[in-house]
T-cell receptor
C-alpha cells in the first residue's frame, strides 16, 4: 500500500481566511513533503519534514505554515494568501528520513483557489 | 539548478517508441521519473542511483549516465495509457531529500 491521502480535494478561500490542508500516510514513512504545482509546471518543493522535524524550508513566505503533529500526519496552515498562491498543493512521503535515494509517493493533491 | 528535459512534447501512435531525456548541469546522485496525468498526482515510475544503472519494468526502462549528468526514459510499444506529462526529478549528493523537477515532457499516444 503506497497511499497518501489529502483533504480537502478542492478549497476556495478569500485573502483574509485561515484554512488548513491535511495530509496523511500510514506506510510508516518518516519523511513528508509539501510541494506546490502551478498549471503546466513541475512540482516545486516547499517543505520537508524528517522524523517530524522541519529539515527544509525553501524560503516559503510565512503565510504558509507547516506542521507535523506526528509521523503520519502533515498539515499546511494557510493565512492571508494571495491570488497567485492558487495552485495544486501536493503532499508526498518517503520511507526513511528523506534521503535522495528514497522514492517519494505523492498524494492526489488539494486544488486551491484564492479569491 | 533545474534539469532540462527534451523533447518538450511528443505525439505517438500506439505501438511506437519514444525516448525522453533529462540533463543537468550539476553532478547527480539520483534521478527519479514520474508520470502525471491531467488533474492527477505524479505517479512514480522508477529511480536510478549513481552507478550508471539501467532499470526497467514491462515496456518502460531508463538509464543514468552520471558522468554526462544525463538520464533517459525509454518507452517501447507505447500504449494509450502512457499519455501524460513525464517529469524527471534530480538530486545531488547529500541526504536532504530535495528533488528538483524538470519542466516536463508531454506525451500523447493516439490510436
Amino acid at each position: 500500500d503506497t497511499e497518501v491521502t489529502q483533504t480537502p480535494k478542492h478549497l476556495v478561500m478569500g485573502m483574509t481566511n485561515k484554512k488548513s490542508l491535511k495530509c496523511e500516510q500510514h506506510m510508516g514513512h518518516r519523511a513528508m513533503y509539501w510541494y506546490k504545482q502551478k498549471a503546466k509546471k513541475p512540482p516545486e518543493l516547499m517543505f520537508v519534514y524528517s522524523y517530524e522535524k522541519l529539515s527544509i524550508n525553501e524560503s516559503v513566505p510565512s503565510r504558509f505554515s507547516p506542521e507535523c503533529p506526528n509521523s503520519s500526519l502533515l498539515n499546511l496552515h494557510l493565512h492571508a494568501l494571495q491570488p497567485e498562491d492558487s495552485a495544486l498543493y501536493l503532499c508526498a512521503s518517503s520511507q526513511g528520513g528523506g534521503g535522495v535515494q528514497e522514492t517519494q509517493y505523492f498524494g492526489p493533491g488539494t486544488r486551491l483557489l484564492v479569491l | 539548478q533545474q534539469p532540462v528535459q527534451s523533447p518538450q512534447a511528443v505525439i505517438l501512435r500506439e505501438g511506437e517508441d519514444a525516448v525522453i531525456n533529462c540533463s543537468s548541469s550539476k553532478a547527480l546522485y539520483s534521478v527519479h521519473w514520474y508520470r502525471q496525468k491531467h488533474g492527477e498526482a505524479p505517479v512514480f515510475l522508477m529511480i536510478l542511483l549513481k552507478g550508471g544503472e539501467q532499470k526497467g519494468h514491462e515496456k518502460i526502462s531508463a538509464s543514468f549516465n552520471e558522468k554526462k549528468q544525463q538520464s533517459s526514459l525509454y518507452l517501447t510499444a507505447s500504449q494509450l495509457s502512457y499519455s501524460g506529462t513525464y517529469f524527471c526529478g534530480t538530486a545531488g549528493s547529500g541526504n536532504t531529500g530535495k528533488l528538483i523537477f524538470g519542466q516536463g515532457t508531454t506525451l500523447q499516444v493516439k490510436p
